[in-house]
């Protein structure tokens, strides 16, 4: 019994670490720009197919596997493919900005809203016509066997994606924290047009913003592909729970949403030991309990109006 605890509790947290990088994206755009990218779970779709396709080109194989064998996955080849994701994602995200983004930011409505999603659908239906809708089962680059801890089974890829999260995030926050980029983010997020007065290029801070949301999505699809299989679909479902993770946490507070991802992925786990049909029905009764106790998350900052 203690080792399905164990499994369940690495497997929630591996999980919950990508629920974690994508809420923290939604933070980075919302904290900045007052805005989002409700595309998140198609940027994680792509990333996914752009880190297959790498990998196929770097191993010389066809485009249309529908699974990438053991050997294209070894040695430099996966994180170089991580690293064509992460760009490609990133540039998507300075593209969502410009076209979807700044010309409705500043202004009354949630236009922003509408257009994001849009940009989401055009950006799925491309990779449709160019990847078609079948799923590609991707190896992991640590192979298919199982790491024995205390006796339970889990997986390295598991380990990988939990280890790169906790590393990218950490990172991250020292960054937003202590560098003068991080600052001028804070400075943005705090008022754009004082930041602008203090001589902030405040464009170039909101489309620096929306290009690291973007790449965290993509990264996300490369590290969860040999777990979930790399599929256009399967990104919608991982950003809804990451965005429900960052209601939780608080997306004023970055790292409200890390805590809020985690919590979420270690609660569904562990209900699914219980009755896997519940945990939709325990996930979204969670956020409108905290919705309804502390419209600002367990961790955010209630906003204070002045007059």
């Not at 949403?257 to 562990?270: H, K, R």
Request: charged share 10%.
């Amino acid at each position: 019994m203690l080792a399905t605890y164990i499994q369940a509790l690495v497997s929630g947290l591996a999980i919950g670490g990508v629920y974690a990088l994508i809420a923290l994206s939604f933070s980075i755009t919302y904290t900045t720009t007052k805005t989002m990218n409700f595309a998140q779970g198609e940027f994680l779709s792509f990333g996914a197919f752009i880190g297959v396709t790498a990998l196929l080109l770097l191993s010389g194989l066809s485009s249309d596997l529908t699974a990438i064998p053991g050997s294209a996955v070894l040695g430099w080849r996966y994180p170089v493919a991580a690293v064509a994701a992460v760009v490609a994602a990133g540039v998507m995200g300075i593209l969502i900005f410009l076209i979807a983004v700044r010309p409705f930011a500043g202004k009354r409505g949630m236009n922003w809203v509408m257009s994001t999603i849009g940009f989401g659908v055009i950006l799925q239906s491309i990779g449709l016509s160019i990847w078609g809708p079948a799923p590609v089962v991707v190896p992991s680059p640590f192979g298919d066997g199982v790491v024995r801890i205390a006796g339970a089974g889990v997986r390295p890829q598991e380990i990988l994606v939990l280890a790169a999260a906790v590393v990218i995030m950490v990172a991250l926050d020292l960054v937003l924290r202590r560098s003068k980029i991080g600052k001028a983010m804070m400075a943005v997020a705090h008022s754009p047009q004082t930041a602008s007065l203090m001589g902030i290029n405040v464009s170039a801070v909101m489309i620096g913003a929306f290009a690291l949301s973007s790449a965290l999505a993509g990264l996300a699809g490369v590290l969860i592909a040999p777990i979930a299989s790399a599929s256009l679909f399967m990104g919608l479902g991982f950003a809804l729970k990451a965005f429900s993770g960052a209601i939780i946490g608080g997306l004023t507070n970055p790292r409200g949403c890390i805590y809020g991802g985690f919590i979420l992925g270690v609660l569904e786990s562990g209900v699914g030991l219980w009755e896997a049909q519940w945990r939709e029905i325990v996930v979204f009764s969670l956020i409108i309990l905290v919705l309804a106790v502390r419209p600002q998350g367990l961790f955010g900052h209630a906003a204070i109006d002045k007059v």
